[in-house]
């Protein structure tokens, strides 16, 4: 990441000014409050503003006039509870805005989660920076020979040279075509609407991203999932150091039950039942189809 | 309102003890936090939470790494435009919670705005109070006889003593019922999930709610207006006190360009240009149907 | 469910006359349409409309030109994975439409799911019927010991007998009076968005309620489990019949992976493997809450 | 447009065999059904499904066992009666399905609607198309210098010569190398999900959207627009067509009452007032802005 010691001084500045408010303050968000945690080369993710904490979560479900908070272990079996039971409304009732930084092609993988807020940085107004995601070495893999959708082995020292050579030289030529059309020497230059259209999407944009709670951990069970493209991975697992530090027993619930928790679908769960009981159970007779089996024993195993 | 001592109590409890942040902070919203507006005889309207102020509407609109803010006419200037141009993604970085008791009937009015996180008081969990709404006096009407779902003229003070007393009555009975299928002699007494549907719709209820400034806002706009019923619009009213001391240059705006402002359709946009003209336009040569020339002469009236 | 002559001609009026269309036809749900399925003792289910079949979501997932299906097979198997590992899209792109009669109690429930469109009966401008929901004997339970909004043990003879006296006299002692109160002797009557709220929760109301397959699948997970209410399970209930005929594919999936799945939490996997290798795992060992084994052993007795 | 013969043959097949419905059939709409509109060089606009017409909103808006509609003057009157005072639920009533291509920078735009259901073509799965949207002479325009984000005047020759020279250039380079990545002589290849990061922003992409009617008229009242980007609103204006032929009524009373109506702010409105009272109004005595007092009289000239 490369932060301006412009935006470095105007961080610092917000952060050297706490002002007194009555509202429900989370010691561990105020201290993520601002700074960048960096992500892939030139990527960020910044705490702008947040809304609530793990008591917050417990008021809304009690809906008290109060803090609504009872003794803290109460209040840590209640929100387990409600994580358990899929009671997802009072989760809803906690808020964080972030400022990310982020490739154009993660960007469009993250705006698929509808419910949220967004401000893009425009490029039919602005001039985007030349900045591009070009990946590290050892992030440069081949198609998955398994699964149509993901990566498999490494790159050959050689096949990867000929890649970042090609990424590094196309940006760098687009980019300065792009400079080129909108500069128009003489005249006004090529509206940046259209400009932008010579962009590959590795560039980098921004965005300022507003979610709820209930919504920002959907987003992290799929994103920092092993299934999810390890680019919009990083940005979700540098999110969850921050709700870790933000409502820790939300955290610790969503942990337990949704990101290292296990479904079995009706199927399993019967062979489930017959393994516990002493029987043995095979691909054959599990009812299942093969490659259910294969998850399914994937599951076991951990 | 009745508000109980414990209540008051919790409430003085939670503006006694300011907190250092270094959040963005709004001097007119702290002044409101957790006090209750009182609405209709029982009901109220608290601020619980916000996030954001004028500025963040700024600051969302640049996507910028500081504040994002420039001078205070520059800023207001920004808002205007935005209000003006329909750009509603920056008014959704400013979010609210509310706590609000309400009668049943207006909760199921105000529910039907979706884009918001609700925690309603569980009727199925917990017994609810014996509170009911009882209109006072003058706010009794006559079905309209020119609109069919709203009200015209105020009911003679016989008509309104007799309404009176039925609704007193009534919800008095309803109530000693719904106690009496609760408590049970000797048994647990019937389940409160079914308890409960004996219980009239002008009982309350009360809600933590969410919401961000821009469905606030549309919220606002439909609910403050004169076609809403009453004992919702009281609310809104509520409501619009709180977001104008939040965020004053958004209120300004919103009460420029939506509150006060007319939307004239094409036709009548036609016809305005032609009396402008100096031409005489009439019912007959507007082109308009009779209800919608009535309209158009009631907004130019005002 | 009371449907009246005059609305059985109407239904019968529109089963009678089909037409021609080059839109996607699912024959099971052609059967349903218009028909109304009883539910309690006044209340239905009745799909007006649909869009799409099991070859739509495939057709989606595939983004295809034409049909977008392969064999049969291939489509069930491209189902299967979709709902396992919750790609959600695909199932957005069936809709359907139904109308409902429920009380209101049910449909304050109802309402709570967001992702939906609703057209409600106006209690503002039209007057409601005479129609209450009055539990039969046997759904009468007392409030559960165990679980603080659910019931537990049938009620006595005599406390049922009690119960439903009440509830059918205060019925209709609060609708006479709502009738009183709006036609109101020689003068306009009461508004009726003022009589209605002495109106009491069992009252029936009616909605056009409009959804995607992926949002309803969500509801009926919700809704026709053990733990929701008696009440809104029994049309969830309805509904699964509908869509089983409507999309097969899906619902087998859903069955399997949502209905009939369990999700055990992080511990709980951990105890699953040491089980499965052997281990006597006690609640003590466990490293669970009492409540959480208890879940657990209910899940793996099944 | 470039539709391959197999492409062709398959809409050929679907528009070939009607099928029985009991549904509401819009005959406007099944002309329409798989026929692709063409947009921009490559693009296109396919009708893929649809349900309900202008009677579907009637019915819903009085929530009717039958037919819900009345006489076509009734049905029309009621139609412009809900637009024009923003009763937004019947029109929710209505759904359509679009397949849609499209350069991956208007995609961009069009996501941000996120009341609408998405599945789009997935490059991590799937190999992209050599296919670009280059500008057709007469959209080249430079930046404007009045609308920090729009265009101006149109380039010189010249200018326009270098600029898609550029353009082609650029994308067919991009294009060449994405291929040289995924094909990886004697290995897998670079994954998809990387090697897609290369390729510029007007490389076409499609999807399939659903949206139901009002918020698809909310997308083109915004994207319909004078000051919407020329290449959306190319597409926005496909759809119009479509929309015109599916519920004729809901489509004049938007063009009557949003497309082509004004909304005048509070001090727009109360200078309109003294000016049909006679008064000479100017910039200076109108309490407006510069900017505002210019807007309006745009407004009045039409």
Known sequence: MTMTPEQQAEIDEQ??????????????????????????????????????????????????????????????????????????TPFEMCEVKLHVKLPVFVARQWIRHRTANVNEYSARYSILDREFYIPAREALAAQSSVNNQGRGEGLTDEEAARVLDILKGDAAR?????????????????ARELARMNLPANIYTQWYWKVDLHNLMHFLRLRADAHAQYEIRVYADAICQVV????????????????????FSAQMVACLRRMLAGEEVTAENSGMSAREWREFEAALRG
Chains 1, 2, 3, 4 share one sequence.
């Open 244 to 263: 870790a530090d933000w409502v820790p027993f939300a955290w610790k619930a969503f942990e337990d039950y949704r990101m290292g928790a296990v479904t």
């Open 15 to 88: 952060r050297a000014a706490p002002r007194e408010t009555l509202r429900t303050v989370s010691e561990g968000m105020e201290k993520h409050l601002y700074s960048a945690i960096p992500v892939l080369d030139h990527g960020f993710v910044r705490v702008i503003d947040y809304m609530g904490d793990d008591a917050a979560i417990c008021q809304a479900a009690r809906v008290s006039y109060g803090k609504g908070t009872k003794s803290v272990q109460n209040d840590e079996g209640l929100i387990r509870y409600l994580m358990r039971h899929w009671h997802s």
């Open 174 to 190: 687009c980019y300065d075509h792009y400079e080129e059309m909108i500069s128009g020497d003489g005249q006004a230059g090529l």
